[in-house]
């Protein structure tokens, strides 16, 4: 009942290259699939970070459940998926004309005008624009040069020269309203 197989516990019974691989795999091709899915605005937390959450949290919990035969295939589990997202935010520090970890900002609004294609690619309907809009003090589109949706998701808006944004009421700390 108290003896433990320290061997078993902490010396691998596979292929830590193998382990290596298919976190490297799992991790690049989920990558990809979220880098280029519409970008939509997960409470400030990039799309990346979620990934690397749940890959974290799958990787240790098979680990301190036993499906592993050893700690340390969790572990190495675990820093493979680390280490690809660091790569991938240092390449894209080092190198941001590659837009790796967000795309570039996509224009939903051009000079008072709602660009529907880029919207469509988006999957953002009118209804958000303008909610987005409103929320930045602009009451109509005429009173909009430009709108984008940045590659966090954020929508940043530019009002034409003059027109000031209308003062957003506070909104209050327990109701959020």
């Not at 998926?81 to 941001?96: C, G, M, N, S």
């Amino acid at each position: 009942m108290f003896e433990v197989d320290w061997g078993r516990l902490f010396v691998p019974s596979g292929s830590l290259v193998e382990i290596a691989l298919r976190g490297s795999v799992i991790y690049l091709i989920l990558f990809a699939v979220m880098r280029f899915l519409p970008r939509r605005e997960v409470g400030g937390v990039s799309a990346s970070d979620i990934l690397v959450i749940v890959l974290i949290a799958d990787a240790v919990q098979e680990g301190m459940a036993g499906r592993y035969e050893s700690i340390t295939e969790g572990l190495l589990l675990a820093a493979t998926i680390f280490f690809w997202a660091t790569l991938i935010d240092v390449a894209d520090y080092h190198f941001p004309q590659l837009k790796l970890a967000e795309g570039g900002p996509t224009p939903v609004v051009r000079d008072g005008r709602l660009l529907r294609k880029h919207m469509a690619r988006q999957k953002v309907t009118e209804d958000e624009v303008m909610a987005q809009l409103r929320q930045h003090g602009f009451e109509r589109l005429d009173e909009v040069t430009r709108a984008y949706i940045e590659g966090d998701g954020h929508f940043s808006v530019i009002g034409k020269r003059g027109v000031q944004p209308q003062q957003q009421p506070a909104k209050s700390p327990t109701t959020g309203h």
